[in-house]
């Protein structure tokens, strides 16, 4: 649990105001993932996109200094070397 709230640290931003948007089931992409005996859904219009279109999607965040998908790699790489 403790990894978990390490992410969720890192990503949130004080300065930002966080909007809750409500949509119907039917807008709603996600895809569910199982890792040992955790599950996780991600809800995100990208679970529509190929491998390819995905990748090149990541690649042109990443150049442009998408500063929630760089805070979140960086979120999942410390919570990967604290686990060793």
């Known amino acids: 649990m403790k990894l978990q709230l390490l992410a969720i640290n890192r990503v949130v931003h004080p300065d930002s105001q ?16 199982t890792f040992g005996n955790s599950t996780v859904i991600v809800h995100s219009p990208l679970v529509d996109l190929s491998k390819k279109d995905r990748q090149n999607w990541y690649k042109n965040e990443w150049k442009k200094g998408n500063r929630v998908l760089k805070e979140i790699v960086s979120a999942v790489q410390d919570c990967l070397q604290n686990s060793n």
């Open 18 to 33: 966080h909007i809750d948007g409500v949509k119907g089931e039917e807008d709603m992409k996600s895809k569910k993932y």
